[in-house]
């Protein structure tokens, strides 16, 4: 059977009507939240999928989800709880039986497995959210044959959740991300049941990239850079590594055995690692085009490599100082730059067979969790176009004026994840690594996300936005979900008295369509109607 459960399914259940008598006490407002806000309308959509059956509720807590689950009357729900938290009004209704029982004991399990065996689906939300009676819930089901499907609470906020229990679910064809129809902290369904299957986007026609090196070891590391050990990295590397995508991990030789530890087993089909160091890394220059080739085609030597632009970066900041944060070192630059080299030599060889490509940071969780949430969103979506978060717009008359434009590190878009198909991302990169070797020749030399302004305005046909701030850089790719403030503070304030109006109205657009879709709220309605209407006057569009 296949479910394709859509947002108007659970819209048409009559919660106001149906529960009216029930859910009276002010603490169970939250029961009424819609879908996306609270997981309960779909707990009782699911509920009205079968009839006559027994339903599996794992923690019980006021008895909320036991109570959205007895929405069909011809089912009876089991709700189990080593506490009774129960309010009264719930604690009456007559198709829910409540347990105080522990299930994640295997005895106890035994005791109840017949009917937990025999319910069709089973709800799974416990305290403390640290994954491993999850996970231990999980092994019981597999050893026992269970036929069913589990839905499960929080597989995102928690970090220790995501880390102990959704990443090790190794059967990725049979887990689904279902929280944009449940619950804001993530709603989860795996199947046990091959023949029970849920709608998924299909994005095997993606490869990632990313990387690691230990910038602790180069002669100029700073205090800022040795905080952040490879302990550092290792914690906040989970998600990355943990994603069921193929990936192509580059790293140095000191680091692949850490890496190799957190990347699943599982996804050993999906990985492709190049063990290589920064100092190998070269750029050949001839004619107008530089070339940037990595350590697989040049490791034998070549000019221009990174330890020639090391040098060259950190004499360019003694000449014209300006004002940098102490973590963005001259390695740390070049550590970024080698994002670009990387994905072209990803598209070069091409080892999954993929359209479309994109870089993602090592530590992409550090972000926030809702990035994680929409990452599979983003990437259906399939754009061609070199895709990027735009932040903050910085005039062309400002990005051309070198001098000035490099005496505070200026960076308008963001360089943590972005995306593209083969053609758009190989000439885009190529670019923005010409950029780099111009200006640091020129005696510049700060981030790789300032050089992504100059290739736009002079490449604008090969670029496509979207909006938001740093923690958006995943989140807002598809639909602005997540603070709107800032790009209308940062973006369209800016290109509006810039007179870009033209991308001015194409963010009034991405953030209009967002809110006008319910996909976020807008909290400072007059400041945006006045760009968005004023910016419609200026290029004579009709209101």
């Known amino acids: 059977m296949h479910y394709n459960i859509q947002l108007s399914d659970l819209k048409k259940l009559d919660f106001d009507t149906f529960f009216k008598n029930t859910v009276i006490n002010e603490q169970d407002i939250d029961f009424y939240s819609p879908p996306g806000t609270q997981h309960y309308k779909l707990l009782s959509y699911f509920s009205t999928l079968y009839d ?119 059967d990725i064809d049979h887990k689904y991300d279902l929280t944009y129809l449940g619950h804001w902290s993530g709603t989860g369904i795996i199947s046990f049941n091959k023949d029970i299957t849920f709608e998924k986007p299909d994005v095997s026609n993606w490869t990632l990239v990313t990387a690691y090196f230990d910038l602790t070891k180069y002669h100029d590391a700073s205090d800022e850079i040795r905080a952040r050990d490879k302990t550092y990295y290792h914690s906040h590397s989970i998600s990355t590594l943990s994603l069921p995508y193929n990936m192509v991990i580059y790293c140095d030789n000191e680091s692949i055995d850490m890496i190799k530890g957190i990347r699943p087993k599982y996804l050993e089909n999906k990985t492709k690692y190049i ?187 090969l670029f496509e936005h979207y909006y938001g701030d740093y923690q958006q850089m995943i989140t807002n790719y598809k639909y602005i979900y997540d603070a709107p403030e800032a790009p209308i503070r940062n973006f369209i304030r800016n290109s509006f008295n810039n007179m870009n109006y033209d991308k001015c109205i194409e963010a009034c657009d991405f953030l209009f369509n967002s809110w006008a879709l319910d996909k976020c709220e807008l909290n400072d309605m007059n400041t945006f109607a006045y760009y968005y209407l004023n910016c419609k006057k200026k290029l004579k569009v009709k209101c």
């Not at 025999?118 to 709800?123: A, T």
């Not at 004002?323 to 550590?335: K, P």
């Not at 490509?357 to 992409?364: E, K, T």
């Open 52 to 170: 006559n059956v027994n339903i599996i509720d794992i923690g019980t807590h006021l008895g909320h989800s036991a109570l959205s689950l007895s929405y069909n009357k011809n089912n009876t729900i089991y709700t189990f709880d080593i506490m009774d938290k129960v309010r009264p009004n719930i604690k009456n209704i007559p198709n829910i039986k409540f347990m105080n029982d522990n299930l994640f004991d295997e005895d106890t399990f035994i005791k109840w497995k017949d009917i937990i065996l025999n319910s069709p689906f089973i709800f799974l939300d416990v305290d403390p959210h640290n994954g491993f009676m999850e996970i231990d819930f999980y092994n019981l089901l597999k050893k026992y044959n269970y036929n069913g499907f589990v839905i499960c609470d929080d597989i995102w906020y928690f970090k220790e959740m995501r880390d102990n229990f959704w990443y090790k679910i190794c």
């Open 275 to 461: 063990i290589t160091d920064l100092n190998n890394f070269n750029c050949v220059s001839g004619n107008s085009k530089t070339v940037f080739e990595s350590s697989q085609t040049l490791i034998n030597g070549g000019s221009h490599n990174f330890e020639y632009y090391r040098h060259k970066i950190i004499q360019n900041r003694i000449n014209k100082p300006y004002h940098f944060d102490n973590r963005n070192t001259a390695s740390y630059y070049l550590f970024c730059m080698s994002r670009y080299l990387m994905l072209i030599d990803t598209i070069n060889n091409n080892y999954f067979n993929s359209t479309h490509f994109a870089w993602i940071n090592f530590c992409i969780e550090r972000m926030g969790f809702k990035n994680l949430i929409h990452l599979e969103e983003a990437l259906a979506v399939n754009r061609d176009k070199f895709s990027t978060c735009y932040i903050d717009y910085i005039p062309p008359e400002l990005v051309f004026n070198t001098e000035e434009y490099f005496k505070w590190g200026r960076c308008g878009m963001c360089s943590g994840f972005f995306t593209g198909n083969k053609e758009y991302m190989y000439k885009v990169c190529n670019l923005i690594i010409n950029k780099f070797s111009q200006y640091v020749e020129e005696g510049y030399g700060h981030a790789d996300e300032q050089l992504y302004s100059p290739v736009y305005f002079e490449n604008p046909d």
